[in-house]
């Protein structure tokens, strides 16, 4: 589907369902990781960039105070009243925008109804953050519709964060907000999870980025991710410092042995880690291709010896991605545990790559993975189609 016949396709669906046109269209971008498995709520840095699968809100905005949204990708959803902002169980994936439209309201910004329609390319619950496309284009739509509200992007993008944390009971961190807001096409963003402030760094010359997806369910919000947490907690305060993001390498390695034997390796997996994006950015910036190998190598050989974040189905993705024609460098992406992972690859070999990765990966597990070549994509904001501003 190209973008006039997806715009086709809302246009159709807004008028069967509303009896009018929308008049205000938004595009939020999924993303994925390039390197820094959990070192976000470790303050430390990530590689991080938008991709090219986006979630598109098409609005109009009402006279009283009704939100009333609707998904082409999922059933339900409906009205609700932003004079009272309330859960919805019957339609759990409203809460996403209901969380915005909450903390918006508790933040102070003046709210305006609006019918919605929304469609996304981005794949559920595979770490390429479709909640967080939701969030943001629900907000772009909030500020919009009033004015342009001023709201700075980081702010934001904390905002959303707060949503999903609250509204939706996820404790996730910034990373997949501020991605969706800050993306840069051509460009991975050297995020800052402690500062809140980026770099952006151009993607190597004729190298694409493949996301291999495992389909085997994370259980993110299972016990795992908040063990993980508070294990990086109790190192860091046995270490003495305020975050695993204070500690080099070096001093780290001088110092792990303080630490009982389970906490040394998920502190040695972040402190690693957390160079690893340093130094992968630094490999894109000078077209390094044999460090963007040895540098994703390692990020999985500690996702799975230290961090323990690899499940069966990665292993024969990893398999499948280390062997395909013109790969660079393969590693996971995410949390871990299922989900997505990112291949580089180089671009003449996409499509071989593509292939093969299907037929090894398919032959190991039964399951056919979803393979997505991605190009590095602006930020959220009005969607801007060719030769027309909607
Ligand atoms: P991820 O962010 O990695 O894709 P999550 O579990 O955080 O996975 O978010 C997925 C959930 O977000 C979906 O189950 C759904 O509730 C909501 N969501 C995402 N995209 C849409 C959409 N286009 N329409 C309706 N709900 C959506
Ligand atoms: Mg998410």
Redesign the pocket.
């Known amino acids: 589907m190209d973008v006039n016949q997806r715009k086709q396709l809302l246009e159709q669906e807004f008028y069967r369902r509303f009896g009018c046109s929308p008049v205000l269209w938004v595009q939020a971008p999924?993303r994925v990781d390039l390197m820094g498995s959990h070192t976000d709520y470790n303050q430390g840095y990530v590689l991080t960039m938008a991709i090219d699968r986006t979630?598109w809100l098409a609005a109009r905005p009402r006279d009283d105070r009704q939100v009333v949204i609707y998904?082409?990708?999922?059933e339900g959803?409906g009205p609700f009243s932003l004079d009272r902002i309330t859960p919805d169980t019957q339609s759990?994936?409203?809460?996403?925008i209901r969380g915005v439209a909450a903390v918006f309201a508790a933040a102070g910004y003046p709210l305006r109804g609006f019918d919605g329609l929304?469609?996304?390319t981005?794949?559920?619950?595979?770490?390429?953050?479709?909640?967080?496309?939701?969030e943001v284009a629900a907000a772009q739509v909030f500020t919009l519709l009033n004015g342009g509200l001023d709201i700075p992007p980081v702010q934001m993008a904390r905002l959303c964060q707060q949503a999903?944390n609250e509204f939706?009971g996820?404790n996730?961190g910034i990373l997949?907000q501020y991605s969706s807001l800050m993306g840069r096409e051509g460009h991975a963003l050297l995020l800052d999870c402690r500062h809140l402030t980026h770099q952006t760094i151009p993607l190597p010359e004729g190298v694409q980025v493949v996301i291999c997806d495992t389909r085997a369910k994370?259980e993110?919000?299972g016990s795992e991710y908040g063990e993980r947490r508070a294990q990086c907690e109790a190192g860091a305060a046995q270490l003495g410092v305020s975050a695993l993001r204070d500690l080099p390498v070096e001093t780290f390695y001088r110092r792990e042995a303080e630490l009982p034997d389970i906490l040394a390796r998920r502190c040695r997996f972040i402190v690693e880690e957390n160079q690893r994006v340093l130094d992968l950015a630094d490999a894109f910036t000078r077209g390094d291709l044999a460090a963007i190998d040895r540098l994703t190598a390692a990020s999985f050989i500690g996702a799975r010896h230290l961090y323990q974040i690899v499940s069966p189905e990665m292993e024969a993705m990893m398999q499948a991605m280390r062997t395909g024609p013109g790969v660079i460098g393969a590693r996971q992406a995410?949390a871990g545990f299922g989900?997505c992972m990112v291949a580089f690859v180089h671009r003449d070999a996409t499509a071989d790559f593509a292939a093969h990765v299907q037929s090894v990966y398919h032959r190991a597990t039964g399951v056919m993975p979803g393979v997505y070549p991605a190009q590095a994509a602006a930020g959220a904001g009005r969607l801007v189609l060719e030769a027309e501003n909607v």
């Open positions: 999924g979630t998904s082409l990708n999922l959803g759990p994936w409203t809460n996403y929304i469609h996304s981005i794949p559920f619950g595979s770490g390429l953050s479709s909640s967080a496309a939701v999903e939706v996820v996730s997949d994370r993110l919000t995410g989900g």
